[in-house]
């Protein structure tokens, strides 16, 4: 049974470029949240997905969203990057509002 | 602004020591609390989580945690902890209320080092 996935491990970008990351929830799960993990800090929460829709969001601008698939999968999508968006992006997925939340291994976003 | 507050930022341990790792959050409703771990190149994990009942909650590895309303804190203990702890330890709160589940606030962490 696989976790939760999430693509690519690594990437770098450059100032005012987009990124785009991905991410497979665990089997079974229908949730998907959004996470930033600064270097030495705890995960910010970005938003939430459910049922292809946008249910919470944290206190990030409107150059984060995302978007849920019907197979639950989703992505996260960062405009005009900047240096302070360097971070670990980390996914998490529960079934429907289950706060038992079961996270990926994160995407490592590196802006230059 | 709900916060979460880890005191220690850095814990270094021997084995078999005790370990107690702080917690305390703002928020003054109903709340729902967790402890997560990091182990080295690992995702994170769910430890333990307090939701309502016994404020004594135990959790995977021999860890436990007890919720005190009137501190506002959820502490995390363990009575003698092994190299195999080394990891980082977050502690979350998430409010109460469909519109806000699964939406942890998590603590800053706490690095637990443990000496052979």
């Known amino acids: 049974d696989a976790g939760v996935t999430q693509s690519p491990t690594h990437l770098i970008k450059t100032r005012g470029q987009q990124v785009t990351l991905r991410c497979s929830p665990k089997?079974?799960?229908?949730?998907v949240s959004w996470y930033q993990q600064a270097l030495g800090q705890g995960p910010q929460f970005i938003f939430q997905?459910?049922?292809?829709?946008?249910?919470q969001r944290g206190n990030f601008p409107d150059r984060f969203s995302g978007h849920q698939f019907p197979n639950y999968s989703s992505e996260l999508n960062v405009n005009a990057l900047l240096l302070g968006d360097s971070a670990l992006y980390l996914c998490?997925?529960?079934?429907?509002?289950?706060?038992?939340?079961?996270f990926g291994s994160g995407t490592q976003l590196s802006v230059l | 602004a709900q916060s979460v507050s880890q005191h220690n930022h850095h814990v270094i341990l021997s084995e078999a020591a005790s370990l107690e790792l702080g917690c305390n959050y703002s928020?003054?409703?109903?709340?729902?609390l967790f402890w997560y771990v990091q182990y080295p190149g690992q995702h994170l994990q769910l430890l333990l989580k307090?939701?309502?009942?016994?404020?004594l909650v135990k959790g995977i590895k021999g860890f436990e945690a007890e919720f005190i309303k009137s501190k506002f804190s959820f502490n995390l203990r363990k009575p003698s902890v092994q190299w195999s702890d080394t990891a980082e330890y977050f502690c979350?709160?998430?409010?109460?209320?469909?519109?806000?589940?699964?939406?942890?606030?998590f603590g800053q962490g706490t690095t637990l080092q443990v000496k052979p």
């Open positions: 998490a997925s529960s079934f429907r509002y289950n706060e038992k939340l079961f």
């Open positions: 089997s079974g799960h229908d949730t």
């Open positions: 997905y459910y049922e292809e829709e946008e249910r």
């Open positions: 928020y003054g409703g109903t709340v729902n």
């Open positions: 307090y939701f309502s009942g016994d404020p």
């Open positions: 979350a709160v998430t409010r109460e209320g469909s519109s806000n589940t699964g939406k942890l606030i």
